[in-house]
């Protein structure tokens, strides 16, 4: 076994501390990973204080994983020692499912291991990447071609960007459309520069008016304050496609009324706490959808890094040591970030010694 130590919340109501654990020692086709950075989603914030109510503790959160290889197993031919590599929101999933063979893991129908808080190889709680080292099986490890002093702004993107590439993609997103993006945060952000790369008219909604001229500088043609009702009637069925990625429940009426007839609003936050249910009338008569996405998958979220590198697309991050990880989170439930804390890694070993 491999000893690591990582950062947990051991109930709902205490601060994450440092954790000591071991990973499993790598088998054929596992990947040793060091980690060096890893993004921090609101997710784990959700996830580490139980406000979907699974949470299993202890609970490592972290699924922005970018590090170093440094062992493989014997059948591993994709990653060698001292190749930079991802990991994402998974880290298994039954490989045969009708989604999963159409590389569609996170819609596996057995249900997919998540990286922190699903159930690993002997059923026990899988531990994220708020930690030293992480052993994945080597179809879910990522390759990435930035350059390596990028890779702390790279690691968003594993679940950041990919949660907002993939319904963007999916959706038809490109040079032609009217794209509306709700929230600038880590999901928001994203979502802002990639539709942007993918060509499409971007519109911005926040409710921070001090996010007005981020939010043009991160490629949005417009930037309407959400709570300025003048603002909003101007938008009135302009729009082709919205991404909603808002982490706290709110009036979807709002956001349905700015699409055009058969738009489709999709929504990837995922508050503890439901929506107000939107009139039926803002979807009947102009045949409007209202639709989720969850991440993507694997082939998807090598696509989506190629695209970014490509594109000269890396997340705008703050980065912050391990032990600031608790003020972080206060900060983010304000709107606090700009827009992305990624953690160095390497505070942890000597942040808690
Ligand atoms: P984040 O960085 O905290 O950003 C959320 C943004 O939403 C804030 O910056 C703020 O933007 C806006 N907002 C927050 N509270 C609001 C309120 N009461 N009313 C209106 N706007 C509000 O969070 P994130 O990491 O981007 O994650 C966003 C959500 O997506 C979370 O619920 C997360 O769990 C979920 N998520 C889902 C998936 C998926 O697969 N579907 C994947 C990852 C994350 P402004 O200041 O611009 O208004
Ligand atoms: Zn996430």
């Known amino acids: 076994m491999i000893k690591t130590r990582g950062y947990a919340a051991q109930d709902a109501s205490s601060p994450l501390a440092p954790f000591d654990f071991e990973r499993r020692d790598p088998g054929p086709q596992d990947v040793v990973i060091q980690i060096l950075n890893c993004g921090v989603c609101h997710s784990d914030l959700h996830q580490a204080r139980n406000e979907w109510s699974n949470t299993l503790y202890p609970s490592v959160p972290g699924h922005e994983i970018v590090g170093r290889v440094t062992a493989v197993g014997g059948e591993v031919t994709r990653f060698k020692v001292g190749d930079l590599a991802g990991v994402g929101c998974m880290v298994d999933s039954c490989q045969h499912c009708p989604s999963c063979a159409e590389g569609l893991e996170q819609y596996c129908e057995q249900g997919f291991v998540a990286t922190y808080n699903g159930r690993g190889p002997g059923s026990e709680n899988t531990y994220g990447g708020y930690s030293q080292t992480i052993v994945v099986k080597d179809a879910f490890v990522l390759k990435i071609r930035h350059d390596a002093d990028q890779i702390a702004a790279v690691a968003p ?36 520069k990639l539709a942007h790369a993918m060509g499409a008219e971007v519109t911005l909604f926040t409710t921070s008016p001090g996010k007005q001229a981020d939010g043009q500088r991160l490629g949005a043609d417009t930037v309407v304050i959400s709570k300025d009702k003048a603002q909003m009637d101007a938008q009135r069925g302009r729009f082709d496609f919205i991404l909603n990625t808002v982490a706290a429940p709110h009036r979807l009426d709002d956001y ?44 998807e979220t090598q696509e989506m890094l190629d695209f970014c590198a490509d594109h000269g697309i890396v997340s705008d991050i703050e980065l912050i040591s391990m032990k600031e990880i608790n003020a972080a989170y206060e900060r983010m439930l304000k709107g606090d970030v700009k827009y992305r804390f990624v953690i160095d890694m390497a505070t942890l070993t000597t942040d808690s010694q």
């Not at 508050?271 to 008569?285: D, K, M, R, S």
């Open 157 to 192: 993107l594993l679940c950041a960007g990919i949660t907002t590439y993939s319904p963007l993609r999916h959706w038809g997103v490109g040079p032609g459309t009217r794209v509306g993006v709700v929230g600038l945060g880590g999901l928001g952000h994203m979502a802002v």
């Open 256 to 299: 349905l009324q700015l699409l055009k007839r058969d738009g489709t609003m999709t929504l990837v936050g995922a508050p503890a706490e439901p929506h107000p249910a939107p009139q039926v009338f803002n979807l009947i008569f102009r045949r409007r959808q209202i639709a989720g996405s969850l991440i993507g998958g694997i082939q």
